[in-house]
């Protein structure tokens, strides 16, 4: 077998993301409009399940990857910022980079929650309705969410989320794309 050669020049132009390049978007999910759910999303490789399609903003800063996906979120200090209740169709894994974040998910309709401090490492599974929110006062806190398989799917939202992002404008159309509401 014969070792790939790649320069300097060429690992930094096309295999390096620096993070202080990484603006995302605050309007890539069904539940970003809601108070306690704003944050900044990240694609840094794939797609994730991204919503909104048509947003510039959330094209993978690496391109595309087989198997997984990395998304990085942002929050504000105390915020308490992070996704609403939803499910995937495959595992997820959250690994707070800077500041205190809590995952919580639903055990029936009971929510359970567990701290994670930075570099701790959680994995939920397939068909747990869950989220995060950052609850330390950190300045421009930081999660890293890996989901994994070669095909994400859509975000499923908990049935409230929904009702509730329908008042703010928005809602996903059949294929699970984010859409504004006409009136709303």
């Not at 069904?30 to 794939?46: F, K, T, W, Y």
Request: hydrophobic fraction near 40%.
């Amino acid at each position: 077998m014969t070792t790939p050669k790649i320069s300097t020049a060429d690992m930094e132009a096309r295999h390096v993301v620096r993070y202080a390049d990484c603006n995302g978007s605050d309007l890539a999910y069904l539940d970003q409009r809601l108070p306690g759910h704003e944050r900044e999303i990240v694609n840094v490789i794939g797609m994730n399940v991204t919503e909104n399609t048509d947003d510039p903003a959330l094209e993978p800063k690496l391109g595309s990857a087989h198997g997984f996906s990395l998304v990085y979120n942002k929050a504000h200090a105390g915020s308490g910022s992070g996704p609403a209740f939803h499910v995937h169709q495959t595992e997820e894994v959250f690994v707070p980079m800077k500041g205190t974040w809590e995952v919580v998910w639903l055990e029936d309709e009971e929510e359970r929650a567990i701290a994670l401090e930075p570099l701790d490492v959680v994995s939920v599974p397939t068909g747990i309705y869950r989220g995060f929110r950052c609850i330390s006062g950190e300045p421009d806190a930081l999660m890293l969410a890996i989901v994994g398989g070669p095909d994400a799917g859509k975000v499923s939202w908990h049935p409230s989320v929904i009702d509730r992002a329908r008042e703010t404008g928005l809602e996903v159309d059949d294929e699970g794309n984010l859409k504004e509401v006409a009136g709303a």
